[in-house]
């Protein structure tokens, strides 16, 4: 009986918990990360023990740029925890970025600990691939006398081809772009595209092209990924290389007035694309209806100073 009875005290408390934590979640998955940073501080005071809200807390502090905080709670969750391979990877992870973000010698101080901990996940972890990409990245970014490898790099490319073939066809690409060998970079992000046909698989190939200021190639792409994964964010992308490229120009402006149609699941906002579209009008001298769009811009984001750039030299023509 008095185990019953404290089942049914108990349950409201936990349900209640879990409640604070659900909407804390809820506000990080917004980007709302200050209010998500207060809920989860006071579900850690409520609970010490609550290491998921402490995790969060870490990702919230990362992710607003304030490095020494979030060091500290993943510094904390490893001691906790010393053989999670998420917390050593998100420790050093967290060091990688500031020391990123630091000068050079404060860098170099906090090299060894970066390595030591990514290293570490990746042990604890034979399938981890966000700690191996990191290590990629970081091998490629070093400079040679103090670490800096493209063996090494193609060394954690060869153990992501066996995690996932669509990251080893991307690891691969990443460090042929770094070399500058375009045929090959090309080749293996299309074997990306090939077997992932991603959001990223997709962008990866296209930031290549534009790069190499393939154009024909990146426009081509971008539609194929319109009409194969039917994602906003590519319209605007056509219509912004059109643009560049001085090519397709009416095909670029039904493409954004589609875009414009419905941009809601689109990380590019409707001004951003009034002034692409106004764009691709003076490009065919179509100067009242690019002033038109300008002032639509404008009131959607009264602040946009390029539309009231671009509005105000389109007055003085």
């Avoid at 940073?37 to 609970?47: D, K, L, P």
């Avoid at 990688?96 to 901990?117: E, I, P, Q, R």
């Avoid at 996940?121 to 970014?141: G, I, N, Q, S, T």
């Avoid at 500058?180 to 077997?195: L, M, R, S």
Wanted: glycine letters at 4%.
């Amino acid at each position: 009986m008095r185990k019953i009875y404290f089942i049914i005290i108990c349950f409201p408390l936990m349900l209640s918990a879990q409640n604070q934590i659900d909407k804390a979640i809820a506000n990080f998955d917004d980007q709302n990360y200050s209010k998500a940073e207060v809920q989860f501080n006071a579900i850690i005071n409520q609970n010490p023990n609550n290491y998921k809200a402490y995790e969060y807390l870490g990702d919230t502090y990362a992710a607003q740029k304030e490095w020494d905080k979030a060091i500290e709670v993943f510094e904390y969750l490893v001691e906790k925890q010393p053989n999670n391979p998420d917390y050593n990877f998100k420790y050093g992870g967290t060091m990688g970025l500031k020391a990123k973000n630091s000068n050079n010698f404060t860098a170099l101080l906090m090299l060894d600990d970066v390595k030591k901990y990514l290293k570490k996940a990746a042990d604890l972890d034979p399938k981890h691939v966000d700690v191996r990409w990191a290590l990629l990245e970081l091998y490629l970014e070093l400079p040679g006398v103090i670490g800096g490898s493209v063996d090494k790099s193609k060394n954690y490319a060869l153990q992501l081809q066996k995690i996932s073939p669509v990251d080893g066809a991307l690891a691969f690409g990443r460090i042929a772009d770094y070399e500058e060998d375009f045929n090959t970079a090309e080749k293996q992000y299309k074997q990306a595209v090939k077997i992932g046909g991603s959001l990223t698989c997709y962008n990866k190939l296209i930031d290549l092209y534009m790069k190499n200021k393939q154009y024909d190639k990146a426009l081509t792409t971008t539609k194929e990924a319109i009409v194969n994964l039917n994602h906003r964010d590519f319209q605007f992308r056509f219509s912004q290389i059109a643009l560049k490229a001085n090519s397709r120009i009416d095909e670029a402006i039904i493409t954004i007035d589609t875009f414009l149609d419905d941009q809601s699941a689109s990380k590019y906002s409707k001004d951003e694309a009034l002034i692409v579209k106004a764009k691709l009008h003076q490009k065919l001298g179509q100067i009242d209806e690019a002033r038109y769009c300008l002032k639509q811009a404008l009131s959607y984001n009264p602040d946009s100073m390029q539309a009231k750039t671009e509005l105000k030299r389109i007055e003085q023509l």
